[in-house]
């Protein structure tokens, strides 16, 4: 069964950091683009990062650039988002998603679309307060 899992989330003061991580089972990521996006409570699902299938290239909306990094470890069938300099309006659950990178490209932000990918974890919530 595939199968992604995301794990990390938590309660953190704003200015904090959270490394979120998203676990893939009954299938390799190293064939897929991977991206992370976000629900914050009454708002439509935000793409915010994403990644090409070997890590060789990343994209990242303008309301999280130069505060998250995307990163994958393919032999241990694992995407990760390090969040740094968290603001409380980067509270919501978070999802990774994976899709063929056949198809899926960094390029222009295609990969932020969520309409592209194929496979969903179920989310992590993360909220920044304090």
């Known amino acids: 069964q595939l199968q992604l899992v995301e794990s990390g989330g938590g309660l953190v003061q704003p200015g904090g950091s959270l490394r979120l991580s998203c676990a893939a089972s009954g299938f390799t990521l190293d064939t897929y683009a991977i991206g992370w996006f976000r629900q914050a409570p009454g708002k439509g699902r935000e793409g915010g990062s994403c990644?090409?299938?070997?890590?060789?290239?990343?994209y990242y909306a303008g309301s999280v650039k130069g505060r998250f990094t995307i990163s994958r470890d393919n032999a241990k069938n694992t995407v990760y988002l390090q969040m740094n300099s968290l603001k409380p309006e980067d509270t919501a659950i978070y999802y990774c998603?994976?899709?063929?990178?056949?198809?899926?490209?960094?390029?222009?932000?295609?990969?932020?679309?969520?309409?592209?990918?194929?496979?969903w974890g179920q989310g992590t919530q993360v909220t920044v307060s304090s």
């Open positions: 998603a994976a899709g063929s990178a056949r198809r899926i490209t960094t390029v222009q932000g295609q990969c932020a679309n969520a309409l592209v990918y194929d496979y």
């Open positions: 990644i090409s299938g070997s890590g060789a290239s990343t």
